[in-house]
């Protein structure tokens, strides 16, 4: 049996080793995407609830994200769906504020005051959704 020239096995383990490469690349990009930080992504979840379905007695349109049907309760329904996906990133804190806290929230926006459901951030009940400041050491010369 006559031995193949070194080039020829070269021509045929290239595609393979840049084909594991890749898939090995695409392996690791994955498994570090998938991690996740997010913080409160139920809690979220909860509050905007409450705003879509408080949304539309407070004039507030609900056509975007776009979507098919046009009745108020498919806004509603959509704009629920799309929180839902928007919630994975979770709240913007550095812990869960918890369910009683949550609950507070989204009893605040239920009252139907049409300035905590567009803005709950501002609401006393609802203040954890305000970013915690990150504070400088007065001491570091700026």
């Known amino acids: 049996m006559p031995m193949r020239p070194v080039r020829d096995v070269r021509r045929h383990v290239r595609p393979i080793v840049r084909v594991a490469v890749a898939l090995g690349t695409l392996a690791a990009a994955t498994l ?67 369910a009683i806290a949550v609950q507070a929230c989204v009893d605040a926006i239920n009252t139907g005051d049409c300035t905590v459901v567009k803005n709950p951030e501002k609401s006393a009940a609802c203040a954890f959704l305000n970013p915690t400041p990150t504070t400088t050491d007065a001491g570091d010369g700026g």
């Open 32 to 98: 570090l995407a998938c991690g996740t930080d997010a913080v409160g992504v139920d809690s979220c979840r909860k509050i905007e609830q409450a705003r879509c379905e408080n949304a539309p007695s407070c004039g507030i349109d609900l056509s975007t994200p776009v979507h098919r049907g046009d009745t108020p309760e498919r806004n509603v329904a959509e704009c629920i769906r799309f929180y839902d996906d928007a919630c994975l990133h979770g709240l913007v804190a550095p812990a869960d504020p918890g």
